[in-house]
């Protein structure tokens, strides 16, 4: 065959120890041999002192795996190389020049890009004899398509992982998952269970497979006919169905379990069902309080609003801006603003405060904010068209997520501070009257006489 000097690089892909003859004869009868009933494609070649190389023999398989005719290796024995796939190209390339430079046995695997476009994975063996005097080295080796093993490999591996990771999520995940068959006579069959089943029914893996063991069994009596109905429609639709039904567990133990389900007909009458049941009873009942809760709620948002007190929610720890978090409807018609704009970001409602009446407001604020105790205070507020409102306000700061959270109520004492500074007033006119009375030099006195002639004292100083 054709020598091809200077070629610093070869490309190989081996597998499998050669046994190295010890004569050109031996080689060409085993090669015979090989070539006859190896599994792969063997061959021999010469690597040369300048870089040049050569093929003293390839067999069939060998060209078969390459995609090749004689021919064309005959011609171009470069072809066996440069089929490498381009990027297993370089490691191959470093692997079988460190084997040329120790003349030691050269194993790899790598894939070949045949001329028809189709790779292939290949696993190359290849051994070097001893070398002639002129410092020539002769490889015997093997080059074996591995496709079908590597496939199958691969396979293995991802339902390996593809089993690991059904595992885990059936052990992690917060329901337990079941398949149960069906039968058209009412009997029924758990086919799998996973551990997290299990637990939640306080079973055993013996007692789900015992004759005559029905899961149906642990429903609630009175949840029996809304089970079996849900199950009739299903199969009816051919679609999952989810509901919540009371199971009675061996231990006499009642749960809330939510179960959901898709049937999958067999062509018998059978169904086999793909399910998760999932114990929801502190859900039920956090539920529960959560309803009642709103339920309340709502009774306070129904007497906030028909209240003629303004009731407020604010977040305040000294060092930001108060932020209310709730204004009622009334808190909203004393500030005369909606309830946007009370409860909007970055709204401070000290700008709400009367100029004369913030300091004021603000020291007895961090007084109550520093002994965590109620805050009780009258002060002024104004409103966006100069109008002033006399406010009375009181307030319970609790420590909350952080922060304090304020809890109060305001109420609007215009009229009433009015009419207390009227009587205030009244009251002190009075008393001038009554001092005026007191040094007058006569006396005073005031008699009212009725329509019988009747005559009484109305008042004398």
Not at 72 to 90: C, G, I, S, W, Y
Request: aromatic share 10%; net charge negative.
């Amino acid at each position: 065959m054709r020598r091809i000097k200077k070629l610093s690089t070869v490309y190989f892909f081996m597998s499998t120890s050669s046994i190295v003859p010890a004569s050109a004869e031996d080689w060409s009868h085993l090669s015979k041999v090989w070539s006859s009933t190896s599994p792969g494609g063997i061959f021999s070649m010469t690597t040369f002192v300048d870089g040049g190389f050569e093929f003293s023999h390839v067999s069939e398989k060998f060209l078969e795996i390459l995609g090749i005719t004689r021919e064309q290796l005959t011609v171009n024995p470069r072809l066996a190389f440069e089929a490498v796939h381009p990027m297993d190209r370089k490691p191959t390339a470093d692997a079988s020049q460190q084997a040329l430079s120790n003349k030691s046995e050269f194993q790899e695997e790598f894939r070949i890009q045949r001329p028809d476009g189709q790779s292939v994975h290949v696993m190359l063996s290849c051994k070097p004899s001893q070398g002639d005097t002129h410092g020539n080295v002769h490889w015997f080796g093997i080059l074996i398509d591995i496709t079908r093993q590597i496939a199958a490999t691969e396979a293995i591996a991802h339902k390996e992982a593809l089993e690991r990771y059904t595992t885990n999520i059936a052990v992690h995940m917060p329901g337990g998952l079941y398949t149960l068959i069906t039968y058209p006579d009412g009997t029924s069959k758990l086919a799998y269970t996973s551990p997290k089943f299990l637990q939640i029914l306080h079973l055993t893996p013996e007692e789900v497979r015992k004759p005559g063991f029905n899961i149906l069994d642990l429903v609630r009596p009175g949840d029996l006919e809304r089970m079996r109905y849900a199950t009739l429609r299903a199969i009816d639709q051919m679609m999952e169905w989810c509901e919540d039904f009371n199971l009675i567990l061996p231990n006499h133990v009642e749960i809330v379990a939510e179960i959901r389900a898709h049937p999958v007909s067999n062509g018998d009458g059978s169904y086999t069902w793909y399910g998760i049941l999932t114990d929801v009873t502190h859900r039920n009942i956090e539920q529960k309080v959560l309803r009642e809760e709103i339920a309340r709620s709502h009774q306070l948002s129904h007497f906030f609003s028909m209240s003629d007190q303004g009731f407020f929610i604010a977040d305040s720890d000294g060092t930001h801006p108060t932020q209310v978090r709730y204004a009622s409807p009334r808190l909203q018609e004393i500030f005369g603003v909606a309830k946007q704009q009370l409860e909007y970001p970055g709204i401070s409602i000290q700008q709400f405060i009367h100029p004369e009446d913030r300091e004021g407001v603000s020291t007895s604020f961090k007084q109550a904010l520093q002994s965590m105790q109620r805050w009780h205070m009258d002060f002024r507020i104004q409103l966006a068209d100069q109008r002033v409102v006399n406010v009375e306000g009181y307030s319970q700061p609790i420590r909350e997520d952080h922060t304090v959270r304020w809890y109060g109520v305001l109420m609007d004492v215009t009229e009433q501070r009015a009419a207390e500074r009227d009587l205030k007033e009244k009251l002190h006119l009075t008393r001038q009257m009554n001092s005026l009375v007191e040094l007058a030099p006569s006396g005073f006195y005031t008699v009212m006489t009725d329509t019988t002639g009747v005559t009484q004292l109305q008042y004398a100083s």
